[in-house]
């Protein structure tokens, strides 16, 4: 716990190269895949999700560079306006077809 007059959030910044740093084993790994852009959520060809399966990756590591990952994503989103702009729209555009789907069903 911090407690620091003032300090509202703490952040990743410059994440990019400590990411890389902290989760080398899971990098190497992702240069083996089949698919250059995979998520490693379910590919096929995935070397991390292999390496899981194995028991060579612990999933709990794997985890965790996945929640630093979506909060470098969230960082970068926050301070590119376009980025900003373009995830909103996103989201809009999924409510809308929501409400439509619900309306359709009669709810």
Same mark, same amino acid.
């Given at each position: 716990?911090?407690d620091?007059?003032?300090?509202?959030?703490?952040?990743?910044?410059?994440?990019?190269?400590?990411?890389?740093?902290?989760?080398?084993? /899971?990098?190497?790994?992702?240069? %083996?895949?089949?698919?250059?852009?995979?998520?490693?959520?379910? @590919?096929?060809?995935?070397?991390?999700?292999? +390496?899981?399966? %194995?028991?060579?990756?612990?999933?709990?590591?794997?985890?965790?560079?996945? =929640?630093l @990952?979506?909060?470098?994503?969230?960082? +970068?989103?926050?301070?590119? =306006?376009?980025? @900003?702009?373009?995830? =909103?729209k996103?989201?809009?555009? /999924?409510?809308?077809?929501?409400?439509?789907?619900?309306?359709?069903?009669?709810?």
């Amino acid at each position: 716990m911090i407690d620091t007059p003032g300090l509202r959030e703490l952040g990743l910044w410059d994440a990019d190269q400590g990411l890389d740093r902290a989760f080398a084993d /899971i990098g190497s790994l992702a240069g %083996e895949c089949v698919f250059r852009d995979c998520r490693h959520t379910g @590919e096929p060809g995935c070397a991390v999700r292999e +390496a899981i399966d %194995e028991g060579t990756l612990p999933e709990e590591r794997f985890e965790s560079y996945r =929640k630093l @990952e979506r909060e470098r994503e969230f960082m +970068a989103r926050r301070q590119d =306006k376009a980025l @900003e702009l373009a995830e =909103k729209k996103r989201w809009k555009r /999924i409510h809308m077809d929501n409400r439509q789907r619900m309306r359709f069903r009669g709810r």
